[in-house]
Structures are given as C-alpha cells and as structure tokens.
C-alpha cells in the first residue's frame, strides 16, 4: 500500500488527516514536535487496527531539526509514497521572535522548515507525487498592509534575513503577527504553484478554511482567543467553519485521490479549484520565494541530499 507523509500530523487537521487516509489503507510518516503529540496520534489510530504508523521527531524551527528528521524518514522501511504533506505551521506571539536559525519564527516554521523537509526528500520521492502546501485566507490580505502592495514592497530576502535593513514597513511588519503570519501563508500558496511549475510533482495549495477547535489561534490576544473558542461551535452548526475531521477529510481527499489529480497547480478549497490573491500569481515574487528558501538551506541541507538533488 501507499505511504503518505505527514508533517505536524500529532493535531488538528492533520491528526485527523492521518486517520482518514489510515482508515482508508495508506501507511503513515507522522513528524512530531513531542511525546504528547505522538501519543495524540497514537490514540487516535488505536481504533483502526491495520494502521501502520511511523514516527520522526521534528522541530521546525530549526533546519538541522528538519534534515534529521529526513533522515529518519529516508531509512525507514516504506514503500511508495503517494504525497507529502505539509502541514505543520505556526501563528505567531505578539512578541517577534527569531528561531535558532535567525529568521522570523513564522516565516521559519510555515515556510522554511516545510521547504527544508521538501528539499530533503524530494530525491527520494517518485516523479509523480503530490506535494500539499496548507494555504489560509489570511494570504488575502495583502500581508496585513491595509490596501499597499504587501510583500511586494519588502522583498522575500530581506523578510526572511537575520539582519534586515531597518524602514518603517518593516517595523510594522515585525510588530503584527497577524501580516507575519499572512505573508507566511501568501509564501505557501506561491511555493505550491513553484513545485508545480518547477518540477516533475504536482503541486497543491489547500486552504482548509476556518476550522473549529483547532490549536492554531492559541497566540492570539486573549480577547480575540476567546471570542474565537466561544464563536467556534456557532460557526460549526452554521456551516461557515468546518470541524478538524471534515477539513481532515478535505486534505485527505486531496492527497490521494484520484479526482484531485486534475487540480494540480490549484488553490483548492472544500474540494475545488479557487482564484487566490492577485499577489499569489506574481511569478517574480514566487520565484525570488523560491531562490530565498534554496539559498538559506543551501548549506543547511544533509550531505546525501546536496549530491542527489533533482531541482534548483
């Protein structure tokens, strides 16, 4: 059978991503932040006694994390793989943090880190896979600039240095998670239409939508956090946000289907192509997207990986 690849699969949508494509057959590689999350999963797939799970430990916010990680998974004894999905992000603090690579923690874990564990197994993967990015609504919002050009006015390279020349758009996008976080989702989708472009994968941008009880919005002022926990079960009942298993069902759907596979190249939401933002289809943003990530991990990657690359 199958192999599907799942990043941050311990939570959310991606726990009951890995149910639903267990429940259907497919063998699971679940990266995981910590034993908690492992046995979340664990539990979860207790109920489907042919589940065959595998487990590598990761850390997003740092690359060296991720390139160990790939090893795990490089060595352990699976077969074809039909996807790798990724899915583990983060929403930023109120407080600007850089991770132990020295860029944004954001940008390092939705962006980078999910690059990084691209760039490692892509070599390993067969010519025909799919690649699944996790997209959000937030990449409409112009990166939080109130009607500007948004990304297009700080370019990738200076967004994600560890040393970025000081202006006053940059202090602002420093001080709000909430255009951190929207130019993070905004890199997602450009990276799924990269891979999609760029190689012989076909690649996904998948926006689960607003999904009830999920841990994502745990940063978020306190206010704003409450508001959402209490608005969630409402917005369920009323069909205006989806619940963990059925979004789980979505990116499942995605990952392995075979109606999916016409939707290559797409921003995919419940189940349909959709038009996303107009600065998702800049191919000179995308592409410095793509170079940016290949030149920060370029030093970064195993030794394996540098002699066995397909893609540049």
Not at 4 to 32: K, M, Q
Request: with cysteine; charged share 20%; aromatic share 8%.
């Amino acid at each position: 059978m199958s192999t599907v690849i799942i990043s941050g699969a311990t939570s959310g949508v991606g726990l009951h991503t890995a149910v639903s494509l267990a429940a259907a057959g497919y063998d699971i590689i679940a990266t995981y932040r910590d034993d908690a999350g492992k046995r979340r999963l664990q539990t979860a797939l207790s109920g489907i006694p042919s589940a065959c799970v595998h487990f590598a430990h990761c850390d997003f916010s740092r690359l060296r994390s991720v390139a160990e990680a790939a090893e795990q998974i490089r060595n352990l004894p699976i077969g074809d793989v039909r996807a790798l999905v990724l899915n583990a992000g983060t929403y930023p603090s109120g407080r600007f943090s850089r991770s132990a690579d020295r860029v944004e923690e954001t940008l390092a874990v939705n962006v980078l880190g999910q690059f990084m564990l691209f760039r490692e197994l892509e070599w390993m993967l067969p010519r025909d896979a799919r690649v699944i990015t996790l997209a959000s609504q937030a990449h409409r919002i112009r990166s939080g600039w109130l009607g500007a050009s948004g990304p297009s006015i700080l370019p990738p390279s200076q967004l994600f240095a560890s040393d970025p020349c000081d202006s006053r758009l940059l202090f602002r996008w420093m001080h709000s998670p909430s255009m951190r976080y929207a130019t993070s989702k905004l890199y997602c989708v450009q990276l799924a239409y990269e891979i999609n472009r760029r190689t012989t994968f076909s690649g996904y941008a998948v926006d689960p939508g607003i999904v009830a009880s999920t841990k994502i919005y745990r940063n978020y002022p306190r206010v704003l956090r409450g508001a959402y926990w209490a608005a969630s079960p409402v917005m369920e009942k009323l069909g205006t946000a989806l619940s963990p298993q059925q979004a789980g069902d979505d990116l499942a759907w995605v990952a392995v289907s075979d109606e999916a596979e016409s939707l290559a190249g797409e921003y995919i939401y419940r189940r349909k192509a959709r038009v996303s933002s107009p600065e998702s289809y800049n191919l000179e943003l995308s592409g410095e997207v793509w170079k940016t990530c290949m030149r920060l991990t370029e030093n970064r990657v195993s030794v394996p990986t540098r002699g066995r690359q397909r893609n540049s």
